[in-house]
């Protein structure tokens, strides 16, 4: 499966934005899907992730309560909305694919799309 991202942008502290993640093929139901992230300097962090029906998430600590995973199969896209957006959520995003289901370790990615930068200015 062949995955793009994107909706990343600049936004003020407070603001949202939406990004999405386009899948190729016909099998992303078959898969769960993460985000994860990494801000300059750091290593590839986990964000979100959601199995394959879309009835389970997962959240890292640092969005609970301000992002939400969610997909649409039928138009195979992933999507991550990000609400309350500050500072030190600044990073290129990453959609990932994972053939076991949901994880949060990047060990268990088996695809990976190119990223989409999100700058949060204060």
């Known amino acids: 499966v062949q995955l793009q991202a994107s909706g990343g942008g600049l936004v003020q502290a407070g603001g949202f934005l939406r990004l999405s993640c386009a899948a190729s093929?016909?099998?992303?139901?078959?898969?769960?899907m993460d985000w994860f992230r990494q801000a300059p300097g750091k290593e590839r962090e986990f964000v979100a992730a959601?199995?394959?029906?879309?009835?389970?998430?997962l959240y890292t600590d640092s969005v609970k309560g301000r992002f939400t995973i969610s997909r649409d199969n039928a138009k195979n896209t992933l999507y991550l909305q990000m609400n309350n957006l500050k500072p030190e959520d600044t990073a290129v995003y990453f959609c990932?694919?994972?053939?076991?289901?949901?994880?949060?370790?990047?060990?268990?990615?088996?695809?990976w799309g190119k990223g989409t930068l999100v700058t949060v200015s204060s």
């Open positions: 990932a694919a994972a053939k076991g289901g949901f994880s949060t370790s990047i060990n268990n990615i088996d695809y």
């Open positions: 093929g016909r099998t992303f139901s078959m898969y769960g």
């Open positions: 959601i199995n394959w029906s879309g009835a389970n998430t």
